[in-house]
């Protein structure tokens, strides 16, 4: 069975940074699209960001675009969401997911497959 791990959360001041990884084993990474979704308490989960087999196209929603960075290390089977300007509505808990994909640059922003367990962001004053 696959597995994808997540980490780097915690607690930032707003304004601060965050990098979350996202290690990925069992499966060949490179046949995967990756995608990071987040879920704040009382809401649904909802896309963040997330990037093509070969790292060469990413999609972002739109309140994150400028300040959120994500990119892929198919060699080390990881998968990076780097995290800038944070704000209080990125407070959540962050999940890395895949999905198997045929090649090209198609980013999904939904029909993920399989799921990390989540790590905790939480930005304070």
């Known amino acids: 069975q696959g597995q994808l791990v997540e980490s780097g959360g915690g607690l930032v001041q707003f304004g601060g940074s965050l990098r979350l990884s996202c290690a990925a084993s069992?499966?060949?990474?490179?046949?995967?699209?990756m995608g990071w979704f987040r879920q704040a308490p009382g809401k649904e989960r909802e896309f963040v960001a997330g990037i093509n087999w070969n790292g060469h196209s990413t999609e972002y929603r739109d309140a994150v675009k400028g300040r959120f960075t994500i990119s892929r290390d198919n060699a080390k089977n990881t998968v990076v969401l780097q995290m800038n300007s944070l704000k209080f509505e990125a407070t959540a808990v962050y999940y890395c997911?895949?999905?198997?994909?045929?090649?090209?640059?198609?980013?999904?922003?939904?029909?993920?497959?399989?799921w990390g367990q989540g790590t905790q962001v939480t930005v304070s004053p």
């Open positions: 069992g499966r060949t990474f490179s046949k995967y699209a």
């Open positions: 997911a895949a999905v198997e994909v045929w090649g090209g640059n198609y980013v999904p922003r939904s029909g993920y497959d399989y």
